[in-house]
């Protein structure tokens, strides 16, 4: 069974920096174009960041130069560094993993997503 597990969301006010982590069981992350997505309230799911199985990264134009998208293959783990976060930033953060077999099609999972409050 596989699962994406949140964490590291909260509360924080503008300009400050939080972390967010996306532990994996169940697949190898290595394997996988992790990313993470945010959909704040009355807006649709959008993508943040992603990472390709061969490293290559990704991102949104709202967040480049302030995220940093990483992963610990060893941990089974990817991290989501959020620095000089703005109000415009609070969303739900979701977790997601992507893979196209040629055996097994297209592997598709989801976090259950971790709420994130930029505000003073």
């Known amino acids: 069974q596989v699962q994406l597990v949140e964490s590291g969301g909260g509360l924080v006010q503008p300009g400050g920096s939080l972390r967010l982590s996306c532990a994996a069981s169940?697949?190898?992350?290595?394997?996988?174009?992790m990313g993470w997505f945010r959909q704040a309230p009355g807006k649709q799911r959008e993508l943040v960041a992603d990472?390709?199985?061969?490293?290559?990264?990704n991102y949104a134009d709202s967040v480049k130069g302030r995220f940093t998208i990483s992963r610990d293959n060893t941990k089974h783990t990817v991290y989501l560094q959020m620095n000089s976060l703005k109000p415009e930033d609070t969303a739900v953060y979701y977790c997601?993993?992507?893979?196209?077999?040629?055996?097994?099609?297209?592997?598709?999972?989801w976090g259950q997503g971790i709420q994130v409050t930029v505000s003073s």
């Open positions: 990472m390709s199985s061969g490293s290559v990264t």
């Open positions: 169940g697949i190898t992350v290595s394997m996988f174009t």
């Open positions: 997601n993993a992507i893979r196209v077999s040629p055996v097994l099609g297209t592997l598709y999972y």
